[in-house]
């Protein structure tokens, strides 16, 4: 009950396009959900964040969508572009507790 | 820059070896969380100080210890190393127990 299960794994995109990386949820406690971003050598840096009490967070070409009934949300890339080539983690936690994180979603925008 | 620092980089050792790997948090930061990160494994939480006490333990092997110094940084000692202690280790740090984690770059640990 206190995973969050993230998928793909991987996603290839074309520059342009829309990165869509989804993440599911058991713990109906959880509170928060921030997203994190990885770039290679470097440690997972907070993207954006919501609560469950807002159905979807816009933050420039970020944007995390959140289905509260059915326990999923989804981080939306618009206008990809290669330098948004990254591990991009999604993350869930109920009050004072630690972070759970799901696996990452290795992130490839093709030139 | 994240203001979190983590020393140092890069570690190479044999198995058996014992090594202790360190962590300043952000300037106002009494959080601090290690993490370990391994190829597919995604980030695995070990354990979590606040304030100089132990909050919250995760996947954290017997063989492995951290603490919380009186000036808020932290150490995570590893010992009889194995070949599978070889991993990316994060230190993150929050200014409240919970929260936003803002995280380091890390300390690369091979094991020979």
């Known amino acids: 009950q206190q995973q969050v299960k993230q998928s793909p794994q991987s996603l290839i995109v074309q520059k342009g396009g829309i990165s869509i990386i989804n993440c599911a949820y058991e713990?109906?406690?959880?509170?928060?959900f921030p997203w994190y971003q990885q770039f290679p050598g470097k440690g997972p840096a907070l993207l954006i964040a919501?609560?469950?009490?807002?159905s979807e967070k816009k933050e420039g070409r970020f944007t995390i969508s959140f289905n509260k009934s059915a326990k999923q949300f989804s981080l939306h890339i618009m206008d990809s572009q290669p330098g948004d080539s990254a591990t991009y983690f999604c993350?869930?936690?109920?009050?004072?507790?630690?972070?759970?994180f799901g696996k990452g979603t290795r992130l490839h925008i093709l030139p | 820059d994240s203001g979190v620092t983590q020393t140092p980089k890069h570690l190479i050792t044999a198995t058996g070896q014992r090594v202790t790997l360190r962590c300043s948090p952000r300037?106002?930061?009494?959080?601090v969380y290690w993490y370990q990160q391994s190829l597919d494994q995604g980030l695995q939480f070990l354990i979590q100080y606040y304030n100089g006490e132990e909050r919250a333990k995760g996947n954290i092997l017997e063989r492995f210890s951290a603490q919380q110094f009186p000036d808020l940084h932290s150490e995570l000692n590893l010992s009889s190393l194995e070949l599978g202690d070889s991993a990316l280790y994060f230190c993150?740090?929050?200014?409240?127990?919970?929260?936003?984690?803002?995280f380091g770059d890390g300390t690369r640990l091979s094991i020979l």
């Open positions: 713990n109906t406690a959880f509170d928060y």
């Open positions: 993350a869930a936690s109920k009050g004072d507790d630690k972070i759970i």
């Open positions: 300037s106002g930061d009494l959080s």
């Open positions: 993150a740090s929050s200014p409240y127990p919970s929260g936003p984690q803002h």
């Open positions: 919501i609560r469950p009490d807002v």
